[in-house]
Structure formats: structure tokens, C-alpha cells
């Protein structure tokens, strides 16, 4: 089997998940399970069968590059951006510098802050996902739906490939759908979720980026290249700010699809991404909440007393400098709430 690297892109605002998440500590840095274990440290355990220590790659924000480091102490390979690019750039570097010093290495990228309650079943999903780009697809990992849901991207499968348990050829990719088209995805069993976990050769991935979008690619090539070197921060520098803003799947996923290069394995090992306060309420409260004729979930600080009195299906969340209710069904739009914090310059609060 190739050498395999896992990349972890660490970014993203968290604002749905507000006022938890915030700039300075966003949603991967924290541990919304109560498990001891923060969700980054939870997507590093599961990489670490897969991997070892030496073949995990997180790419960050510069502002996140020493809580990181405090969490994950054994982390060797740490790429922080000057600024957000969005998906592609932060996964496309991490892999021409892999690519640079091991040209047949396969890349796998997977967010830091995703909800995973069975590992080994992740584990031979991912062995899977190897298995298939090692014959020159890139690969995603489709999450099987358990509900008609409205709050995640879709891939059409189709034909399934010679020779493995569970891949399939992908159709398409698909945009969040009304209820009635996610029904309707559910009841044809040929469409799963779309997690945003990708498996390729590093050269496919760079290559096939490089058909779709070639100064995103050379940029990050020529990055890649300085990699090691005196001038690598120099040409970071210089470089990064002319990337294309991109998503990994607009950018390579959805046009490879197109021409028959992409590959899904469904997977049934759980997954969430714990996106607002109602993808976080099956996972419990803080100890110290009093539900009275209520129900919902509480997030609090330690030690103080929460009690919720006849109000249902309510967020209650309290820490050292707001407190945010709101009806859990409304949980998408906590993200307004940010941006009139923004609007009224409350940097302090964001």
C-alpha cells in the first residue's frame, strides 16, 4: 500500500455554534462531548491507525498555531495560512508538499471538528477509500442518511467499481435540498451525505486541480517547492494572498465527477458535524441545569446554576460574557446573531 497522510484543515468560524465558538477558540478547539478529548484531538486519535504521528498534516490559521500545538503535542507537520482561502487552497498545500517529498503518497483530508462515534468502522472505510485511489480516482466518504436532511450536501452514486466491498462510480454532487428532494434522496438509496472527507494520490489531486484551476495550482506548487528552504516564508508571503478563494469541492470534486474520475464508499459509522445547537443537543447539558416543564439543551459555566421553566425545545447557553437562547428549531440562524455583533462592532463578543 502507498504511503498514506492524513491532512486536517482546522478552520472555519463556528459562528451557528456562537457565542462557544468564537474567532479565538473556534468549534475544533473545543470539547462539546464532555469526553476530555477536544474535537481536533478526537479527528488526531482517529488518524493515528491510519497514520502514525509523522504522516498527520494540520493546516490552521496563523492565530490557532499554538492552542493547536498545546493540544496536539506530538504534532510534527503544522501549516498555518496567512489568511483564510477556504478548503482547497488549505488541503491543496498540504498536499504538494507531500507530493514533493513523496510523489506516489495518497492524501486524505479530514475536518477537525466532525463528530465520529465509531472509529473502526471509520478506520476500514478510509482503508477502503486508499484501496480505490491507488487505481487513480479521487475518492470521497459518504455518510449513508439516516433522516431526509435539509443541513448537508448530497452525492449522487452510481455503478459500483470492480473489485471493492462498497465504492462507487459518483454522479454528481448535490446542493442542500428542500425537505421533499431530501425525502426523495433518501427513498432512492443511491444518495448519502456529503462529508467533505477526500482520498487521492497527491499527484491526481494536483493534477486534476491543475485541468480546472492552473494558477491555483502552480501557486501552490511553487509554495510547495520553497518548502524547507530559507525562502519559504517569503514565497508563502507573496504567493498566498493571489490563491483563488476555492472549495475543495467546487474547485476539483464536482468537475471530476463530470468526467467519470470520482469514487464514493458509503459508510455507516456515524458521523455529525455538529453545526448548531441542534446537532449538539442529543450529546447532553453542563451538570448544573434544572429542567422544569422544559426541555431542550444547556451549556454552562461550571459551577453556576441553570434552571429552564416551562419552555420546550430551548438552547440555553451561558459563558463568562453572553448568554444565548433561542428555540432549537431556529438553530441555523444563530449566525444572524453574530453578524449584528459585527454590525455593531462588538469584536469583543465575536
Do not use: C
Not at 490557532?64 to 482547497?88: F, K, T, W
Not at 448537508?152 to 462498497?166: H, K, N, R, V, W
Not at 474520475?261 to 442529543?282: E, K, N, Q, R, Y
Amino acid at each position: 500500500m502507498s504511503s498514506f497522510h492524513a491532512i486536517i484543515p482546522a478552520g472555519g468560524a463556528g459562528t451557528r455554534l456562537w457565542p462557544l465558538s468564537r474567532r479565538a477558540r473556534p468549534k475544533f478547539l473545543l470539547d462539546l462531548e464532555g469526553t476530555g478529548r477536544t474535537l481536533i484531538q478526537q479527528t488526531w486519535d482517529r488518524m493515528l491507525p491510519l497514520t502514525g504521528t509523522e504522516r498527520i498534516h494540520v493546516v490552521s490559521g496563523a492565530d490557532h498555531g499554538s492552542a493547536i500545538a498545546e493540544q496536539l503535542p506530538e504534532l510534527v507537520n503544522l501549516l498555518l495560512e496567512p489568511s483564510p482561502r477556504d478548503s482547497m487552497p488549505a488541503i491543496g498545500l498540504a498536499a504538494a508538499i507531500i507530493e514533493r517529498a513523496d510523489p506516489d503518497a495518497i492524501v486524505g483530508s479530514f475536518a477537525a471538528d466532525h463528530r465520529i462515534p465509531d472509529p473502526d468502522r471509520f478506520v476500514e472505510a478510509v482503508r477502503e477509500a486508499i484501496a480505490v485511489a491507488e487505481d487513480g480516482y479521487i475518492v470521497t466518504i459518504g455518510i449513508e442518511p439516516t433522516e431526509p436532511s435539509t443541513a448537508f450536501g448530497y452525492i449522487a452514486s452510481g455503478e459500483a467499481l470492480d473489485g471493492f466491498d462498497s465504492a462507487r462510480a459518483v454522479r454528481s454532487f448535490v446542493e442542500k435540498p428542500d425537505e421533499e428532494t431530501a425525502r426523495g434522496y433518501l427513498a432512492s438509496g443511491d444518495h448519502v451525505w456529503n462529508a467533505g472527507m477526500f482520498v487521492a494520490r497527491a499527484s491526481v489531486l494536483l493534477d486534476s486541480l491543475a485541468r480546472f484551476q492552473p494558477e491555483l495550482a502552480a501557486g501552490l506548487r511553487a509554495i510547495a517547492a520553497a518548502w524547507g528552504t530559507p525562502a519559504f516564508v517569503a514565497e508563502l508571503g507573496r504567493t498566498w494572498p493571489t490563491l483563488t478563494k476555492i472549495a475543495i469541492d467546487h474547485a476539483v470534486a464536482e468537475p471530476v465527477a463530470a468526467e467519470g474520475g470520482m469514487a464514493v464508499v458509503p459508510a455507516t459509522f456515524g458521523w455529525d458535524d455538529l453545526g448548531d445547537f441542534a446537532s449538539i443537543a442529543p450529546l447532553g447539558s453542563s451538570p448544573d441545569v434544572l429542567w422544569v416543564d422544559a426541555d431542550g439543551v444547556a451549556r454552562g459555566r461550571e459551577g453556576v446554576q441553570i434552571a429552564v421553566l416551562g419552555l420546550r425545545n430551548v438552547a440555553v447557553v451561558q459563558t463568562d460574557d453572553a448568554v444565548l437562547v433561542l428555540d432549537l428549531a431556529q438553530s441555523q440562524r444563530v449566525k444572524d446573531v453574530v453578524a449584528l455583533l459585527k454590525d455593531a462592532g462588538r469584536d469583543d463578543l465575536l
